[in-house]
């Protein structure tokens, strides 16, 4: 009588293959998601802290123009993104303006009809950060405006990222 034995294969059978990638994408996953986080917390605190600087920009200048907000004038492109022109002196910037005036630049700006960033192209006077005075006609929009006429204040943006102004 011929008794048969049992032979162990040391390869990797097709369902043990398939947990080991299982676990392993798990693992990336609890690694990966919390990086994520930090990273979209810091970009966010980043954009925040430029946002403050700018509008403090954007309020020294009135001081220093009868408390008057910037408005249109003779320049190359629309005051919603060239108003940096008009400020960016009371930012400490001084020069022609560039992609690498960080101040003005969103860490999560991806632009919208230019295939780079608002940052980084001269259209839009290299600012990911536009101004509340779009000149359109029947636009609500606050250039040229003594910024003690202002209604509500805190309820009034003076610059934000395109995506928040369109």
Known sequence: ?????????AAFTLPDLLAVLGALVFLTALVLVPLERTRRASHLKTCEANLMKVNRAVLDFAKDHTDTLPAPQEGPGELQWW????VK?????????????VLFACPDDRGYT??????????FDYGSYC??????PGVPT?????????????KTLLTMEWTAHG
Do not use: C
């Open 142 to 154: 606050v250039a040229g405006w003594q910024v003690g006429s202002i209604a509500d204040p805190r």
């Open 89 to 101: 002196g009371y930012a400490g910037l001084k020069g022609p303006s560039t992609a690498q005036d």
């Open 1 to 9: 009588m011929r008794i048969l034995t049992s032979r162990t294969n």
């Open 114 to 123: 230019d295939p780079k960033p608002f940052h980084q192209t001269a259209r």
């Open 83 to 86: 108003y940096k022109e008009q």
């Open 131 to 136: 101004f509340n005075g779009v000149t359109l």
